[in-house]
């Protein structure tokens, strides 16, 4: 929902907030965040709060550069897990220069552009994703420690499965603060959990994805438990996979979801340093469920992308990225990519296809790939390329 500046300041008075979270993420989506007091937040709607980009990464790297951050009052929400006294509120920034610019090394600033950009050429993109997440016990002085929370396997139940009262908690407490969560279940690996969302537009979907990643984390802590995203927690063990569906249409309403899996799979080798920023994440790649190659498939849902038609809409679920990425960089490659597949009416290839064709096999073959590419050169920021590849 649109809020007015004025509105948020009433909001604040009325709930009696006493600080106000200002949060954005780098350019490998790591979340940053500054704390205001309420008295500051008129001043952070109007110039902005100023950080120091030099320690930003992927931002301006000459110290002494200032950037300014400015909320989306439409992000607005209480975090349920602070106190009802004197309540904490979290809103996403954009990132100004000090010319009242956007920045464009701020990935949620590319996120927005992409979404203009596919509205100038009459294509609406909406996004969901299922996140595997892990829980791991803590040891006496709360550090983490390798040990699953239980034993369970694929969709089993309680008493195996422990983790479906914490996987409660998380989905109403989510849900509270505006997502919306559609399922959840115990994953096949120990330990391991699901929680699947429903579909929304680009920007909500990525601040969604930053919103679930903290909540997870925070709630996990307070039941004395560890939340690891990463791609392989623990060896030999399923990985943990991102998987985006994605959906597309024109201005005539015509579903196009087809043109997009193609533009996606001719520019996957291109994005994966982006979607798998990790050399973790190329050890997930080819184990258990997790693709290795460039295919697709209307009937195997372990290809790369899953393409299948269900009552009368396209659903395509790519299934390579990890948690570890930026949604809001992601995202953007993706509308590109599709972007790209519509402009082009890019078919589908054969679904099956050779070995000439897998994914790059480490994060070094994925960053010569990205460096390589003029499609890369022309949707990502010079500074953030770098940031990558570097």
Not at 34 to 41: A, L, R, V
Not at 175 to 181: K, R, S
Request: charged share 30%.
């Amino acid at each position: 929902m649109d809020y007015s500046a004025e509105e948020i300041v009433q909001f604040i008075e009325e709930e009696d907030v006493k600080f106000i979270r200002l949060m954005f993420r780098d350019a490998h989506g790591v979340q940053k965040n500054i704390s205001i007091m309420p008295k500051e937040i008129k001043k952070a709607f109007e110039d902005g709060i100023a950080i120091n980009a030099g320690h930003i990464d992927g931002f301006l790297r000459n110290d002494g550069a200032l950037l300014y951050l400015k909320p989306d009052a439409s992000t607005i929400t209480i975090l349920p897990w602070r106190p009802e006294s004197g309540r904490v509120v979290r809103m996403f920034c954009d990132v100004y220069t000090a010319g009242g610019e956007l920045c464009e090394a701020d990935t949620r600033v590319m996120l927005e552009n992409a979404v203009k950009h596919a509205e100038e050429e009459g294509v609406e993109f909406k996004f969901g994703s299922k996140s595997e997440f892990y829980l791991f016990k803590l040891d006496d002085e709360g550090n983490r420690t390798d040990i699953p929370y239980d034993e369970a396997g694929y969709m089993d139940i309680a008493p195996a499965d422990k983790g479906e009262n914490i996987r409660r908690e998380i989905c109403l407490t989510i849900e509270e603060m505006g997502l919306l969560p559609e399922r959840s279940h115990h994953e096949e690996g120990p330990g391991q959990n699901e929680i699947d969302f429903h579909y929304g537009t680009p920007l909500k979907a990525a601040d969604q994805m930053s919103t679930f990643l903290m909540a997870v984390g925070t709630i996990a802590g307070r039941n004395g438990l560890y939340a690891d995203f990463s791609p392989v927690p623990l060896k030999g063990k399923p990985g943990n996979g991102y998987h985006i569906n994605i959906y597309a249409t024109d201005k005539n309403g015509n579903d196009v979801c087809k043109y997009v899996a193609a533009g996606i799979l001719d520019k996957i080798r291109d994005i994966t340093l982006f979607l798998n920023p990790s050399e973790a994440s190329y050890r997930r790649f080819g184990t258990n469920t997790a693709p290795d190659r460039v295919n697709w498939s209307d009937e195997c849902p372990n290809a790369l992308m899953h393409v299948n038609e269900h009552k009368g809409m396209i659903r395509t679920e790519l299934r390579s990225p990890d948690a570890l990425s930026n949604p809001y960089l992601a995202y953007s490659l993706l509308i590109e990519a599709g972007l790209n597949g519509i402009k082009n009416k890019l078919e589908l290839p054969k679904t099956e296809i050779g070995d000439e064709h897998l994914l790059p096999q480490s994060i070094k073959e994925a960053k010569e790939v990205a460096g390589k590419s003029d499609f890369v050169k022309a949707v990502v920021p010079e500074a953030v390329l770098k940031s990558y590849c570097d």
